[in-house]
T-cell receptor, first 114, second 113 residues
Framework: NAGVTQTPKFQVLKTGQSMTLQCAQD?????MYWYRQDPGMGLRLIYY???????DKGEVPNGYNVSRLNKREFSLRLESAAPSQTSVYFC?????????????FGDGTRLSIL | TQLLEQSPQFLSIQEGENLTVYCNSS?????LQWYRQEPGEGPVLLVT?????EVKKLKRLTFQFGDARKDSSLHITAAQPGDTGLYLC?????????????FGRGTQLTVWP
């Protein structure tokens, strides 16, 4: 009963380092999303993928890239980490790309950039 | 610019009290969802409201979608410590076919025994 799995759960990076956050879902969902959550800011959409083979920018895409590797997996890459990217990152998926579908979230990756 | 404004941002109450959380916008949404998030976990969907004026109940939680589909409220009756968490509203923009939700900043609820 995994749902959405994110790895790693915690990570500490130095400024300028790169890393990839992994996300996989086993619910056969078409749409996948990456959010960041900062105190008092709610969830802000970084990138999303409405279906396999497509990706689109959300409201805070700068400094990030994504890859929809297949229907199950959607990765988020930080090419040159900055302290402003310290945050909790959530991956989510939904069955279809219609807006009223529920989104299922992973438990997050807590990322600190020193 | 925050499309959905939630209030209050923080709420600290005693067990047994009632409370209401508000989610407001100047935009019309095709649907609105409420999520609850506990520390160290991702948000979990509580309810989706779709029709203007719709009221849904989930045990002691009552959710309402405004007639004009621009706002929503969450009312909790006789709050319990187990209700403690971050409550998030999220709206699907009208006409959106991309599955994108816009989240409010959340209401952090603490219920003391």
């Amino acid at each position: 009963n995994a749902g959405v799995t994110q790895t790693p759960k915690f990570q500490v990076l130095k400024t300028g380092q790169s890393m990839t956050l992994q996300c996989a879902q086993d619910m056969n969902h078409n749409s996948m999303y990456w959010y960041r959550q900062d105190p008092g800011m709610g969830l802000r959409l970084i990138y999303y993928s409405a279906s396999e083979g497509t990706t689109d920018k959300g409201e805070v895409p700068n400094g990030y890239n994504v890859s929809r590797l297949n229907k199950r997996e959607f990765s988020l890459r930080l090419e040159s980490a900055a302290p402003s990217q310290t945050s909790v990152y959530f991956c989510a998926s939904s069955p279809e790309r219609v807006g009223d579908q529920p989104q299922h979230f992973g438990d997050g990756t807590r990322l600190s950039i020193l | 610019t925050q499309l959905l404004e939630q209030s209050p941002q923080f709420l600290s109450i005693q067990e047994g009290e009632n409370l209401t959380v508000y989610c407001n916008s100047s935009s019309v949404f095709s649907s609105l969802q409420w999520y609850r998030q506990e520390p160290g976990e991702g948000p979990v969907l509580l309810v989706t409201v779709v029709t203007g004026g719709e009221v849904k109940k989930l045990k002691r939680l009552t959710f309402q979608f405004g007639d004009a589909r621009k706002d929503s409220s969450l009312h909790i009756t006789a709050a319990q410590p187990g209700d403690t968490g971050l409550y998030l509203c999220a709206g699907a923009a009208r006409g959106s076919t991309l599955g994108r939700l816009y989240f409010g900043r959340g209401t952090q609820l603490t219920v003391w025994p």
